[in-house]
């Protein structure tokens, strides 16, 4: 299974930006599909996760309300949707499937190459 993580860029703060995973290779529709972050230093953090068929979802805390993730299952691609972005935002982000652990654990098989998110002030 190989992830493709694209959309990272540079915004405002209050600005959007849609991050995209896609995902490739056997039974790679078949994972639940999660956004993880990091900064330099700090541990992976969770944000979001998607079941399989895009129609459950749970999200953390800290991006709730602010956050949407989905699933076009045609184009086997999961999003994140990430709007009224802060500068606390500004971080690598990661897709993960297949997790082997809790959810929103960063215990995942397969991992994107990440993409980078700068929020200015």
């Known amino acids: 299974v190989q992830l493709q993580a694209s959309g990272g860029g540079l915004v405002q703060a209050g600005g959007s930006l849609r991050l995209s995973c896609r995902a490739s290779g056997r039974a790679s529709a078949l994972y639940p599909v999660a956004w993880f972050r990091q900064v330099s230093g700090k541990e992976r953090e969770f944000l979001a996760t998607?079941?399989?068929?895009?129609?459950?979802?749970n999200y953390a805390d800290s991006v709730k309300g602010r956050f949407s993730i989905s699933k076009d299952n045609a184009k086997n691609t999961v999003y994140l949707q990430m709007n009224n972005l802060k500068p606390e935002d500004t971080a690598v982000y990661y897709c993960a499937a297949d997790n082997y652990g809790a959810a929103t654990s960063p215990d995942y098989r397969y991992w994107g190459q990440g993409t980078l998110v700068t929020v200015s002030s």
């Open positions: 998607i079941n399989w068929s895009g129609t459950s979802t």
